[in-house]
């Protein structure tokens, strides 16, 4: 099944580092999306990317996708510890589908 | 606040039980879904609807039981439930169209004993 898989699942970092996790997935897309949930929570949306575009900015986070690779990266950039939560892309699997992958799991230390 | 609100927020229910989780939009979207997430596992889409009419069934038992009055409330109706049916169930919304946002509830921590 369409899936997206996040890596690496786990992510421990210094604030003030840059924070990088991955995305693949198997069959053709319209469009990725990336979420955050805080331990416990629901999903919160961070940034589309649509299939013709490459790179999207949205104030620290920089999200690259290579249809070819069927790949997408996420940045964060200068991380907080406020950033700690576990993140997520979803790729659409058809009108009114989202699939969503395992996360990645990131720690910001202080 | 994401404007999608789950009921109740804990729910610890016996084998033999009823109950059932309640999700409630205000946004204007005319799709609801209902997603399973178990420890170290993907969201696993469960139900959607649109436009109060049910478009995904993915493979779920008959002991949950979706239903949509209309289109800013959804129910999943829980009986005779496993104890690996122990989750948080996540109801999300999105708009009509193709690439739209999902707005999520805070979910419902369901534990089977």
């Known amino acids: 099944s369409q899936q997206g898989e996040e890596d690496p699942q786990a992510l421990s970092i210094q604030e003030g580092e840059n924070a990088t996790m991955n995305c693949s997935y198997k069959?053709?897309?319209?469009?990725l999306q990336w979420y955050r949930q805080n331990s416990g929570r629901g999903l919160v949306h961070l940034i589309l990317?649509?299939?013709?575009?490459r790179e999207k900015h949205s104030g620290r986070l920089r999200v690259t996708l290579d249809t070819s690779k069927k790949s997408s990266s996420l940045l964060i950039t200068a991380s907080r510890a406020a950033d700690t939560a576990s993140y997520f892309c979803?790729?659409?699997?058809?009108?009114?589908?989202?699939?969503f992958g395992t996360g990645t799991r990131l720690k910001v230390l202080a | 606040e994401t404007g999608v609100t789950q009921t109740p927020r804990h729910l610890v229910m016996g084998m033999t039980n009823k109950k059932s989780l309640k999700c409630e939009q205000h946004?204007?979207?005319?799709?609801m879904y209902w997603y399973k997430q178990s420890a170290k596992k993907p969201l696993e889409l469960m139900f959607v609807?649109?436009?109060?009419?049910?478009?995904e069934n993915n493979s779920v038992p008959s002991r949950f039981s979706p239903e949509c009055p209309n289109s800013s409330h959804l129910f999943l109706h829980l009986h005779t439930l496993q104890p690996e049916d122990s989750a948080l169930y996540l109801c999300?919304?999105?708009?009509?169209?193709?690439?739209?946002?999902?707005?999520f509830g805070q979910g419902t921590r369901l534990t089977v004993v």
């Open positions: 979803a790729t659409d699997a058809g009108t009114y589908k989202y699939i």
């Open positions: 069959t053709s897309i319209n469009n």
């Open positions: 609807y649109n436009f109060k009419e049910q478009t």
């Open positions: 946004l204007g979207h005319n799709a």
């Open positions: 990317i649509r299939s013709n575009e």
């Open positions: 999300a919304s999105t708009e009509a169209g193709e690439g739209t946002e999902a707005f």
